[in-house]
């Protein structure tokens, strides 16, 4: 069964470019073959908006994710708790 990986697609975060984070994240689940794994979810706000763009996977969030870190934040936090 997929995890649900939820991507904030609230008011301030798309202010801050959640638009342009997803296509970079829809790439990254290709590039690491994490289809059968993860399914990528938009969400209503997940609570810390001051803090950048937010992601939840299980109980972690994930937050101060931009346009130009999310490559990076991806490798660096969101995917050793995904595989």
Do not use: R, W
Not at 44 to 61: N, P, Q
Not at 65 to 70: D, H, L, R, T
């Amino acid at each position: 069964m997929k995890e649900n990986l939820y991507l904030c697609m609230g008011s301030a975060c798309h202010q801050l470019g959640v638009y342009e984070v997803l296509p970079k994240l829809q790439s990254m689940m290709i590039q690491y073959q994490l289809e059968d794994k993860v399914e990528l979810k938009g969400s209503f706000c997940l609570e810390t908006c001051s803090d950048g763009i937010v992601m939840k996977y299980k109980d972690k969030v994930f937050s101060k994710i931009s346009p130009e870190n999310v490559e990076q934040k991806f490798k660096d936090e969101i995917l050793p708790n995904i595989i």
